[in-house]
Every structure is written in structure tokens, then in C-alpha cells.
């Protein structure tokens, strides 16, 4: 599990510039901007605890690793330590109608029927302990306190400044700024399409046109 640090961190690099701003709406804005933070950008994986299979069981469900996050998107599964092939049930359809009724011991595919919802492909004919592993997008809940720490340490800037645009934005209160709030916005905008690459290519996604090899 990674480490987590408190969100007053960014309430408090927020709060100076939105001066008569309650503490209470700016963390909420902090918490909110953090949620669009990690959806646009998918820069919060992990890889869930592993969770077993029921025989004649098809569709199970995934936790978060604690209540301070909630899945946002399924990225792969793994079943007995196979990599598992991303589907859809309309193009199952398509191939074999008949291919909810089929079961086996190794399943081939998966499709997501919600954010945090599996159904492997095809239906597991065994029962087996700690046979899903499933990597995922994660994203703050709405009752969170906390976010990661690596979340903190490489975008706080730009996610104090999206929390900083939302409340900036605000019409008919003292600290309603929607120039600055355009400013803002741009720089968590950059900041998230940035995360996005890092977490799609790795740090290593800009390679020099020539590179000598010695």
C-alpha cells in the first residue's frame, strides 16, 4: 500500500491567494480537484490484493486498497498469473452467442461492466484462492483525507492551482478572481496532461532522435 500524507498540505498553498475563503471549502475544492487530477490523468495505479474464484462464479468485484480511494478504471487482469485480454460483451456477442454459458479452468479474457466490476471470460470452473490480480486506476473518495504521497510530491503545484481556478471561479464571493482563475486552470491542465503521459509512456516516453550506443 503506498504511502499517504494529509490534503492540508494543499489546502494551505491554496488558502493565501483565496483570502475570506472558509478552510471547509477550500478543502472540499482541494479534494474535488484531486479526484479530476487522478481521473483525467490516470497517474494512480496500483495492483489490488489478489481475490480468489468461485466455480460457476463469472463476475466479481473489485476493493479499493482503503476507503480514502475508489476505482476509477480496471487496467488489466491476471487470472492463475495469465495475462487476461481486455473485451467487450457486445463484441462477444458478435463471435459467440453462447459464450456466457461457457466454463473453464483458465479463463482468456475479461470485460469491466462498471468501474470496479470483472467478468472473466469465460466462467471459472474451479474454485481457487487468490486466482484474480487486477491492476487499476485509483482516484481520492469523496470523504478522503488523505492522497498519495508520490501524488504530493511530483503535482501539488498543479492541483493546488486547479483547486485555486474552481474556487476562483466562484461568482458573488470575496474571493471571485475569473482572470486568475483562467490562469490557474492552465497550469492544472498542463499539470494533468503531463501525469497522464508519465503514467501511459513511463519517464523514459521522450527518446532523442539520435542516440549512439558505445
Given amino acids: 500500500m503506498v504511502a499517504m500524507v494529509s490534503v492540508s498540505g494543499l489546502t494551505a498553498m491554496v488558502t493565501p491567494e483565496v483570502p475570506g475563503c472558509p478552510d471547509f471549502v ?24 489478489a481475490i480468489g474464484t468461485t466455480a460457476g462464479q463469472s463476475t466479481y468485484t473489485l476493493s479499493p486498497p482503503s476507503a480514502e480511494s475508489t476505482i476509477e478504471k480496471v487496467l488489466s487482469v491476471r487470472h492463475n498469473g495469465y495475462v487476461l485480454y481486455p473485451t467487450t460483451e457486445e ?17 482468456e479474457g475479461w470485460v469491466s461492466t462498471d468501474r470496479n466490476i470483472v ?8 474454485t481457487a484462492a487468490s486466482a484474480i490480480i487486477a491492476k487499476v486506476v ?3 473518495s469523496q470523504t478522503a483525507t488523505t492522497i498519495p504521497q508520490f501524488l504530493f510530491d511530483h503535482y501539488a503545484d498543479q492541483i493546488a492551482s486547479g483547486a485555486k481556478s474552481r474556487l476562483m471561479a466562484m461568482p458573488n464571493v ?14 492544472f491542465r ?7 503521459g508519465v503514467a501511459v509512456d513511463g519517464y ?11
Avoid at 477550500?26 to 490484493?49: D, G, H, P
Avoid at 470575496?174 to 497550469?187: M, V
Fill in 26 to 49: 477550500a478543502n472540499q475544492a482541494v479534494i474535488q480537484t484531486a479526484i479530476k487530477f487522478c481521473r483525467m490523468s490516470e497517474y494512480w495505479r496500483e495492483e489490488l490484493a
Fill in 91 to 107: 463484441n462477444l456477442d458478435d463471435k459467440l452467442s453462447g459464450w456466457r454459458l461457457i466454463t473453464c479452468t483458465q479463463a
Fill in 119 to 126: 467478468r472473466l471470460v469465460y466462467t471459472p470452473s474451479v
Fill in 138 to 140: 485509483l482516484k481520492p
Fill in 174 to 187: 470575496p474571493w471571485s478572481n475569473p482572470a486568475l482563475s483562467d490562469y490557474y486552470k492552465q497550469d
Fill in 190 to 196: 498542463l499539470g494533468h496532461l503531463e501525469a497522464k
Fill in 204 to 214: 523514459n516516453s521522450t527518446v532523442p532522435e539520435t542516440y549512439a550506443l558505445f
